[in-house]
């Protein structure tokens, strides 16, 4: 069974500090991973696709496979970061069943 | 380009009844998937359309089905309504299996 695991509930940092927000899998496959964030008000948004190996906003996330992680990094947190974020797994080919994790509030103080 | 839109925004139902959620597509995109997520929680995955095909379900009873329409706008239908069953909804559409882009959702209590 395919599983996607957030550790912290809440993150809460300060204006200029890193940010890593943890997520961590469980699929026996190669997996198709994504973080999606969702602003105050806003609708859920694709933030970044690991396969892109792109940096949106920031915001990059390296995929371990021996470690089965996928952590997403900003090295200098913005209080515009401020949302809440979730760690979201896809099984490549197949059936298509994606997982999601619970999400992590990220607060950023001034 | 017009976004993903839902309908109704949010709706109460006694336990029992059925309901059906609407969803319309993206422009250009020809998958549309449904989830739950109940509060404090993670979207949970129901189902997926690709062209008006099942093309995937997630851990829900048969009382939740759906349907997709030749012009990609969808229903989600859920008999038998139960108390557990009150979450938002979310409806999202793709052009591929994988960048999805999410509606506002609807927002379904049970009493």
């Known amino acids: 069974a395919q599983r996607v695991t957030q550790p912290e509930k809440l993150l809460s940092v300060f204006k200029g500090a890193p940010v890593e927000l943890k997520c961590n899998y469980s699929?026996?496959?190669?997996?198709?991973l994504f973080w999606y964030v969702q602003y105050s008000r806003q609708r859920l948004q694709l933030l970044l696709r690991h396969i892109s190996r792109e940096s949106i906003k920031g915001f990059t996330a390296d995929l371990n496979k021996g470690e089965t992680s996928f952590h997403l990094k900003k090295p200098f947190a913005q209080e515009e970061d401020s949302a809440m974020y979730y760690c979201?797994?896809?099984?490549?080919?197949?059936?298509?069943?994606?997982?999601f994790g619970r999400g992590t509030s990220l607060i950023v103080h001034p | 380009e017009t976004g993903v839109t839902q309908s109704p925004t949010h709706l109460i139902k006694t336990r029992g009844q059925q309901v059906t959620l609407r969803c319309s597509s993206q422009s250009g995109h020809n998958t549309v998937s449904w989830y739950q997520q109940a509060l404090g929680q993670g979207p949970q995955f129901i189902f997926q359309y690709y062209r008006e095909e099942e093309n995937g379900r997630g851990n829900f009873p048969p009382r939740f089905s759906g349907l997709q329409f030749p012009n990609y706008s969808s229903e989600l239908n859920v008999n038998a309504l139960e108390l557990d069953d009150s979450a938002l909804y979310l409806c999202?559409?793709?052009?591929?299996?994988?960048?999805?882009?999410f509606g506002p959702g609807t927002r379904l209590t049970v009493t």
């Open positions: 999202a559409s793709s052009r591929d299996l994988y960048e999805q882009y």
């Open positions: 699929y026996s496959g190669s997996p198709e």
């Open positions: 979201a797994l896809a099984g490549s080919g197949g059936s298509y069943i994606p997982t």
